[in-house]
């Protein structure tokens, strides 16, 4: 089985309550920590690997993005996808091709620029094209940013949503969706649903967002940022 094959088995039949949790290494180093701790499957951050090459998030350029996910691949033998933010102004064809040069088996893209939503139609071609380019040797996690930029309509995400599936994603993934509109997301999104979790304890555990309706769970750059705020406080124990 291809590891992308690997990857797409990982989220179907997940039982109630027993979602994929997949934890987003931010260098090489935290991606061996994450395998040897036992996860099946990675997905980096692009604000965790901003910050770990010292750009604020979303000013990565593209191809120290890639670089830093081909390194991230080589170091573990599990599947990684790869959030890739907006595809970085790339022809579908030529993200494809820099995704599976870099070992990615997946990738998150973003419907919002600058803050804004981007047009729901215009994003869903993208998709489409993307899926087109990539066949089946993508997994595609299409973004829904109505929570985070938008007015936050459960409805409106959920029209988004379904026209990405309609092009091809594998997966939606509305960001900062409260847990209290996820039961209703679910019975509006056909196929996987991805929630983000907080590493730290606050909000829902990721079993709850499971029960809730969640196929599977990341977190953002939460992981990076504890870590940061840890390495902070032994840097000043030593200082």
Request: proline fraction near 7%; hydrophobic fraction near 45%.
């Amino acid at each position: 089985m291809s590891k992308v094959d690997e990857f797409r088995a990982l989220h179907r039949r997940r039982a109630q309550g027993d979602p994929l949790i997949l934890p987003g290494p931010w260098d090489a180093a935290s991606a061996r920590v994450c395998v040897e701790a036992g996860f099946p499957a990675l997905a980096t951050p692009s604000a965790g690997v901003a910050a770990s090459l010292g750009y604020e998030d979303g000013a990565t350029p593209a191809d120290e993005m890639f670089a830093a996910v081909a390194r991230i691949v080589r170091t573990v033998d599990v599947p990684v996808s790869a959030d890739v933010e907006g595809g970085y102004g790339l022809a579908p064809k030529e993200l494809v091709e820099r995704l599976l040069e870099a070992g990615a088996v997946g990738c998150n893209l973003e419907d919002s620029a600058g803050g804004v939503l981007k047009d729901p139609h215009e994003q869903a071609e993208y998709l489409a094209e993307v899926r087109s380019a990539a066949a089946d040797r993508l997994f595609v996690n299409a973004r829904v940013d109505t929570f985070l930029h938008g007015d936050g309509n459960p409805e409106r995400a959920i029209e988004r949503a379904a026209s990405y599936v309609a092009a091809g994603a594998d997966c939606v993934y509305p960001i900062l969706a409260p847990a209290d509109v996820l039961p209703l997301l679910r019975a509006g999104i056909q196929g996987p649903l991805n929630m983000m979790a907080r590493p730290d304890g606050e909000g829902p555990a990721p079993a709850v967002l499971g029960e809730l309706g969640a196929t599977r769970i990341t977190f953002g750059a939460g992981l990076q940022r504890r870590a940061a705020r840890a390495f902070r406080e032994i840097a000043d124990g030593i200082a």
